[in-house]
């Protein structure tokens, strides 16, 4: 299954970091990151792309041995919900850094033609599941 998400609009956040920052990827530290009515096209074949929009969210991570732990990614619009949490390998380069990430994503009425649409070619519009691969060739499976 291939997927793709574009985002656009704004995102903030604050983060402590310790170590030799000239090597990112051996410091350690944590944060957390907002995103604000930002815009996003959601393409999870069969279903024709979702447009989202007025999307925000809020995230928590930390950074340890080359490992970034996504703690809690929420989302939320008018008719979605969804969260993310798992892991990423870093690697140089960055694309081929190692994903190991699991969420749901739930669609409800406020977003009558994407909640239609998931109906009629998925029969359901809660989903959880699973991201595996690179950041490159990122490889979704859906666990439900």
Request: glycine share 10%; aromatic share 4%; charged share 25%.
């Amino acid at each position: 299954m291939d997927t793709e998400a574009t985002h656009a609009g704004a995102a903030a956040g604050s983060a402590s970091l310790r170590g030799n920052l000239n090597r990112i990827m051996q410091a350690r530290g944590e944060g957390r990151l907002s995103i604000g009515n930002s815009t996003l096209e959601l393409d999870v074949p069969p279903a024709p792309v979702l447009p989202v929009k007025e999307l925000n969210g809020e995230a928590s991570w930390t950074l340890q041995d080359r490992e970034l732990a996504v703690e809690d990614l929420r989302c939320r619009a008018k008719g979605l919900r969804g969260g993310l949490r798992g892991t990423i390998r870093l690697h140089r380069p960055l694309r081929r850094s190692r994903l190991d990430l699991s969420g749901e994503l739930s669609v409800s009425q406020g977003m009558p033609q994407a909640y239609s649409l998931l109906r009629k070619y998925m029969e359901r519009t809660d989903f959880s599941f699973r991201i595996r691969g690179s950041l490159g060739r990122p490889k979704p499976t859906l666990l439900n």
